[in-house]
């Protein structure tokens, strides 16, 4: 059982408040034409992105998918600097290259992420396999989609990672639609814990907009892929 003290409550709580603000600033100036390219927010999933952000340590680390701005600060990127690059700014994190889709930060172990999605889960398998012929203690987390679990590289990924028992954290955001797409028109199931089963996955389905629940199961799959046990799988329903 992991017992959360009242500072971690806390802090878990003004981080999901950070998010939402951040968010919100930043639709403001979309709508106002002063952020260019595109704009995907992570506004409703600040419970998620808080529990995952919590349950890391500096040395893990992170896939963000398109919906984790937030993510990227609370992993430690300055949020000005985050800022900075989604307004295409030479001071951003990625020189303002990068924008939303593109904001990688090494210094904190965010790998970026990738307009392709999906794309990253295969990346983060290189960045698994090399933490653990290093005999690091280090997991990559990564976040993707519901929408996400059609493409080919999800279930690349989850195969080589539970063959090859590598230390990834698979956190899945399912809001039940990929833009307009409901799950039930594009997938067999819309549990994807169901979807994943067939890879001997540990598979956990938790309610995403419930902070301490989606805290402790993010902790645990942490604590199983630490004690080298292999990927972990949790779905965060936010729909
Ligand atoms: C391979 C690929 N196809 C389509 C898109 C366009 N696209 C961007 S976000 C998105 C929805 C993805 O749905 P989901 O993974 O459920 O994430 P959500 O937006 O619901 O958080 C799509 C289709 C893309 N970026 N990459
Ligand atoms: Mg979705």
Not at 113 to 132: Q, R
Not at 184 to 202: C, D, K, M, Q, W
């Amino acid at each position: 059982m992991i017992e959360v003290t009242a500072g971690r409550y806390l802090g878990m709580y003004r981080d999901m408040l950070r998010v939402r603000l951040f968010e919100f600033a930043l639709e403001r100036e979309f709508q106002r034409g002063k952020v260019p390219g595109m704009l995907h927010t992570g506004v409703g999933q600040e419970a998620t992105l808080a529990a995952v952000a919590h349950a890391l340590r500096p040395e893990d680390g992170i896939f963000p998918d398109h919906r984790c701005h937030g993510l990227l600060f609370l992993k430690g990127t300055p949020g000005e600097k985050i800022m900075a690059e989604l307004f295409g700014k030479a001071t951003g994190v990625c020189s303002g290259k990068g924008g939303s889709l593109h904001t990688a930060d090494a210094r904190v172990n965010n790998f970026g992420d990738n307009a392709v999605e999906g794309s990253f889960m295969v990346t983060a398998l290189g960045v698994g396999l090399g933490w653990k012929m290093q005999g690091k203690r280090s997991l990559a987390a990564v976040m993707v989609g519901d929408g996400t679990s059609g493409r080919g590289e999800w279930h690349e990924s989850l195969n080589l990672a539970v063959a090859w028992k590598l230390p990834i954290l698979y956190c899945c955001v399912n809001n039940g639609y990929a833009i307009s797409t409901p799950a039930a028109a594009s997938h067999a199931t819309a549990n994807l814990t169901e979807f994943v089963a067939g890879y001997r996955i540990p598979a956990v389905q938790v309610d995403g907009n419930d902070l301490l629940t989606a805290w402790e199961t993010t902790c645990t799959g942490v604590e199983h892929i630490r004690e080298g046990k292999g990927p972990y799988f949790i779905e965060y329903k936010t729909g």
